[in-house]
């Protein structure tokens, strides 16, 4: 009982040191007076702010279609690869799944650097203008980071498959298309849409990756958000920091619900 209460309180502890911060910039985006130490009064003026200035407006939209464009582009090409993965044999699978692993585990500031020093090369060494900095390359950077994560919330929707089905619906006359279609999607849709989520999360909590592969006119607001960080800290920073905490709580939330949802359905 009393190593419990330990583990118990340990945890608790880990849990307010890791959330104290967030939930005190949360609430100084409704103080009334940019200090951040004393609070005077609830007040939405840094809302306001935030929703009046044209800077931070652009980033948020640029931030909002690259995650978009990107969870869109990764669901398609994730879901190809887990498929064609499925169906090799296991040696060139485990090959394969290797190579998956090395974006999510290689650290940020190595695929930046990279991607970045790529770029640049193919645009002034191979004279390709596709590749100048911008949201094209900034497009590209996210869907390289956000595919491996689509493929493997896919893969495993694959391996809980009955091959059969598909098997029968080939012996029945469905083309590879039709029973693609009819038969190996819809058993995989909710990988896909988690996949999906998660890409779209993963682009907008990007900050590194985004700092070394985006334009002078295609900034996200991790970007914008450090740079603000090198001078004094504006009120409208909290307030933009809550919303998107927020919004990437939901998506968790959306997540979870999904695989919570999805494995009771495995039970019954």
């Not at 307010?16 to 985006?29: C, D, E, Q, R, T």
């Not at 890409?199 to 070394?212: L, P």
């Not at 740079?227 to 998506?251: H, Y």
Request: with cysteine; aromatic share 12%.
């Amino acid at each position: 009982m009393k190593k419990h209460t330990l583990s118990r309180t340990y945890m608790i502890l880990v849990f307010i040191f890791m959330y104290a911060p967030i939930v005190l910039l949360m609430i100084f985006s409704f103080n009334s007076t940019k200090s951040r130490s004393v609070w005077t009064g609830f007040s939405l003026k840094w809302y306001a702010k935030l929703f009046n200035d044209s800077e931070i407006i652009n980033a948020l939209q640029v931030t909002l279609e690259v995650a978009v464009s990107a969870a869109l582009i990764s669901m398609i090409l994730g879901t190809a690869a887990a498929l064609g993965i499925f169906s090799l044999r296991p040696r060139s699978r485990k090959g394969l799944l290797w190579l998956n692993n090395i974006p999510m585990m290689n650290p940020d500031i190595i695929m930046g650097v990279t991607l970045m020093l790529m770029f640049i090369f193919l645009y002034r060494i191979c004279h390709l203008p596709f590749f100048a900095l911008g949201f094209q390359t900034l497009l590209i950077a996210h869907v390289t980071f956000d595919t491996p994560y689509v493929l493997l919330s896919v893969l495993p929707k694959l391996r809980q498959m009955d091959i059969r089905q598909y098997e029968a619906a080939r012996d029945l006359g469905a083309s590879n298309f039709q029973a693609l279609r009819k038969v190996v999607m819809p058993q995989i849709k909710s990988g896909i849409v988690t996949g999906g989520i998660l890409a779209f999360t993963m682009s907008i909590d990007d900050v590194v990756v985004s700092y070394f592969t985006s334009g002078p006119f295609s900034e996200t607001l991790g970007v914008l958000i450090f740079g603000m960080t090198k001078k004094r800290i504006s009120p409208e920073i909290n307030a933009l920091c809550t919303l998107m905490f927020i919004a990437v709580l939901v998506l968790l939330l959306i997540i979870n619900f999904r695989e919570f949802k999805a494995s009771k359905e495995r039970e019954e």
